[in-house]
């Protein structure tokens, strides 16, 4: 694994310190190895959430505290067809633009048609999700939620914490080398975001607006062929009929029984520097 972008946020309440990691799998090797292979070696992204609790009082001398991390396989457009050109993953803007909110970190892919996905930022949320989500399929007949405490079922949570949208709506062709952003809209009087991965019961909540997609308008292309784009950034309001529901990430047959990424945690203190015995004064004469 190699890191393409690490990006951090702090919670509202500044209590929490939230790290979203973009990383590239290279194909096994050393650490120094995959960090010489060229990006056209990619085989596949992760995104993998960290959530630290921070001291209260000792905020200097105190690290801070792993509370919560989630990982999900990305369904890159760009690496599905296996393509070999040095274009293939764009490095500005990123395949992936990430937001913010209280309780998700949303990421969308730069590609003609939106694709975002949703992962939450504390253990309780994914918890209510998870539970949300199961009440879901079972009432709409899905036979294949089973509890079981199997090591396959454990390997399928791991990315089941994840959501992505459903509904297809097609972005201008430029949004391929532009970063697309997506912007749930929050309920003020709850403070949650509108949007749900439950289908709407009454038929006015389903053409009320719940997110805003900005694209932005810079363009990475640098072929000659290509035109780039000129023109301002365009913005899209959808309504729940049009996003679609949520629907659970679930795991791919190629990851199940892989050892999973148990990193996240900080480094220790390191020494204190001391004059005395880290410095070393040598007299110079001209």
């Not at 209590?15 to 070696?41: M, N, P």
């Not at 697309?180 to 009087?189: I, K, S, T, W």
Request: with cysteine; charged share 25%.
């Amino acid at each position: 694994m190699c890191h393409i972008s690490v990006q951090a946020h702090f919670s509202g309440c500044g209590q929490y310190l939230h790290i979203a990691c973009l990383d590239g799998d290279t194909g096994g090797g050393s650490a120094v190895e995959q960090e010489r292979e060229s990006i056209k070696a990619m085989r596949s992204l992760h995104l993998r959430v960290f959530t630290y609790r921070l001291s209260h009082r000792k905020l200097t001398r105190s690290r801070p505290r792993l509370v919560y991390r989630a990982e999900v396989r990305l369904d890159c457009h760009g690496l599905r067809n296996g393509r070999d050109d040095a274009n293939a993953l764009s490095a500005s803007p990123l395949p992936y633009a990430l937001t913010w909110t209280d309780d998700h970190v949303y990421a969308a892919e730069s590609f003609k048609q939106l694709c975002v996905y949703r992962m939450p930022l504390f253990g309780r949320v994914e918890e209510s999700e998870l539970d949300d989500a199961t009440q879901l399929e079972t009432s709409l007949g899905d036979k294949t939620v089973q509890n079981s405490d199997s090591d396959e079922e454990a390997d399928r949570r791991s990315a089941e914490v994840a959501f992505h949208n459903t509904g297809f709506i097609y972005l201008p062709n430029s949004a391929n080398r532009r970063a697309v952003r997506f912007f749930p809209v929050v309920d003020n009087e709850h403070g949650t975001t509108k949007t749900s991965f439950t289908r709407a019961a009454v038929k006015d909540q389903g053409k009320r607006a719940i997110a805003t997609v900005v694209i932005e308008p810079e363009d990475s292309v640098t072929s000659e062929v290509q035109q780039p784009y000129v023109g301002p950034a365009q913005i899209l309001h959808l309504t729940a009929d049009q996003f679609g529901p949520w629907k659970r990430v679930e795991a791919d047959a190629t990851d199940r029984g892989l050892p999973r990424w148990k990193g996240g945690h900080l480094q220790a203190h390191f020494e204190r520097f001391d004059t005395s015995n880290d410095c070393d004064i040598v007299p110079y004469f001209r």
